[in-house]
């Protein structure tokens, strides 16, 4: 079975601090997706990366796919209440399914 | 928004009892999926479906059953629910191969087990 390792589990930080949180694996996947999940609600798509090295960027959120594909990051500038969540990365070993991190639940404290 | 509904939204059940839980789509995706996410745990794949009647076991399939008669149904099927499937279950779609793997997902259904 592939996993993902997500790290830290939990963080707690103030707002305007910058974050990083790591998706590591000792498997190669295809893609990798990081979601998001707010309480009672359903993980929504941020973004999928495919190539190796690939940096994407979604407004202050920075997504990395490692050079080997077997890991990932997300990095968060200038932290806001607003970005408070579950963060779930998921990598695709191969066709049809998706394998996911157990997940960083993240609070900005204002 | 993809157009994903589950019902129930929450149930209690109790222990041996037959539980069906409904995933309905509006966006004529090929590719339905079934998840249980507890807490430590991420989310944990119990069945897929990649076309009507045709469907495969996740990582955690072990008292589950499922079935797709439709293209825009997919069920889940505790035949006699344990104090272990207590859990929010998730339903996702996904138009594999045009759209690679993304998934999108459902509300999520709330189940305790007594």
């Known amino acids: 079975t592939q996993l993902l390792e997500q790290s830290p589990q939990f963080l707690s930080i103030q707002e305007g601090e910058n974050l990083t949180v790591y998706c590591n694996s000792s498997?190669?996947?295809?893609?990798l997706q990081w979601y998001r999940q707010e309480p009672g609600e359903g993980p929504v798509l941020l973004v999928t990366?495919?190539?190796?090295?690939e940096v994407k960027k979604l407004k202050r959120l920075t997504f990395q796919f490692g050079d080997a594909r077997k890991d990932s990051s997300l990095h968060i500038t200038a932290a806001q209440p607003g970005d408070t969540g579950l963060y779930l990365c998921?990598?695709?070993?191969?066709?049809?399914?998706?394998?996911f991190g157990q997940g960083t639940r993240l609070t900005i404290n204002p | 928004d993809a157009g994903i509904t589950q019902s129930p939204r929450h149930k209690v059940t109790e222990t041996g009892t037959p539980v069906t839980l409904r995933c309905h789509q509006t966006?004529?995706?090929?590719?339905m999926y079934w998840y249980r996410q507890d807490p430590g745990h991420g989310l944990r794949l119990i069945h897929y479906?990649?076309?009507?009647?045709?469907?495969d076991k996740g990582e955690v399939s072990d008292g589950y059953s499922v079935s797709r008669s439709k293209t825009e149904d997919f069920l889940l099927t505790l035949e006699s629910a344990t104090s272990s499937q207590t859990s929010v279950y998730f339903c996702?779609?996904?138009?594999?191969?045009?759209?690679?793997?993304?998934?999108?997902f459902g509300p999520g259904t709330r189940l305790t087990v007594t």
């Open positions: 996702a779609i996904s138009e594999f191969p045009l759209a690679g793997v993304e998934q999108y």
């Open positions: 998921a990598g695709a070993p191969g066709a049809q399914k998706l394998v």
């Open positions: 479906s990649y076309g009507v009647k045709d469907t």
């Open positions: 498997s190669v996947f295809s893609s």
């Open positions: 966006e004529n995706h090929r590719y």
């Open positions: 990366v495919v190539t190796g090295g």
